[in-house]
């Protein structure tokens, strides 16, 4: 009932793998429910005391944390460079429900990838969970570089004046790239950053956040989705 950043999570597929859990998981109480097929999207924004939206934006995960946690994977999400308004929707009805007066926050949707009949139709948008805080992270740096803005400075206007004017400027996807040590890539981090002038930040990831985001990572912003995808595919190669 803690799985912050996916640790210690399972996907549970038949009555064998249910055996193992129950033999191996360790001595904490547990949360069980139905595995749901979607793509996880993010509502972040910041609230005024009114409740209203003074800022907003979103990302998509391309991979689940849970796989990236489990299977040491590398990690890869980017900030969409236009937020959908179903997930608009679906964000600003959440800050409602809960009543959200003054700040900060990350809340996290399924878009779901095919029918469940618990659940919804193929592309409908369903609640996973809200956080009354930031994304972590490097994810506000992102947010400037999608949106071309400074959240740190909404925020505090936020706080001290609750409103601002504040500018953003043209939006972008910009994407994460989470690699790992020990792998053997077709690209080094060198070698992308000549290939892609879109690179905007390349560094070491500390090691409190690799587990979920990889040892190294780089963020670049793209005009384009099909850019993006090709940063992304790249990224990815081994030798």
């Known amino acids: 009932d803690n799985g912050v950043g996916a640790s210690h999570t399972c996907r549970i597929s ?7 859990f129950l033999n191996d998981r360790y001595p904490v109480t547990y949360i069980m429910e139905e595995c749901i097929d979607g793509t996880i999207c993010s ?8 409740g209203e939206p003074l800022f907003e934006s979103g990302n998509v995960t391309c991979t689940s944390i849970m796989d990236i946690v489990n299977d040491d994977l ?3 999400y980017y900030i969409q460079k236009n937020l959908p308004e179903d997930v608009r929707k679906a964000g600003r009805a959440t800050v409602k429900s809960f009543g959200v007066k003054s700040r900060f926050v990350h809340l996290e949707f399924f878009r ?3 029918d469940m009949p618990s659940m919804g139709k193929a592309g409908d948008v369903v609640a996973l969970e809200v956080n009354m805080r930031p994304s972590g992270g490097f994810t506000p ?3 400037n570089n999608a949106n071309s803005t400074d959240v740190y400075k909404i925020w505090a206007d936020m706080i001290a004046y ?17 690699r790992r040590d020990g792998n053997n890539y077709l690209y080094d981090d060198g070698a992308l950053c000549q290939m892609y002038p879109e690179i905007c930040d390349c560094r ?13 990572m780089i963020l670049a912003k793209f005009l384009d989705e099909d850019k993006l995808n ?3 595919a790249d990224a990815a190669k081994l030798n």
């Open 74 to 76: 590398d990690s890869y």
């Open 112 to 114: 779901l990838n095919s």
């Open 230 to 232: 090709a940063f992304y």
């Open 141 to 143: 740096e992102m947010l």
């Open 43 to 50: 509502y972040d924004a910041i609230i005024n005391s009114q």
């Open 204 to 216: 070491r990831i500390p090691d409190a956040l690799s587990g979920a985001m990889g040892n190294r």
């Open 162 to 178: 609750d409103s601002t004017l504040y500018p953003q400027g043209e939006h972008f996807y910009c994407a994460f790239a989470g």
């Open 14 to 20: 038949n009555e064998a793998e249910l055996d193992q």
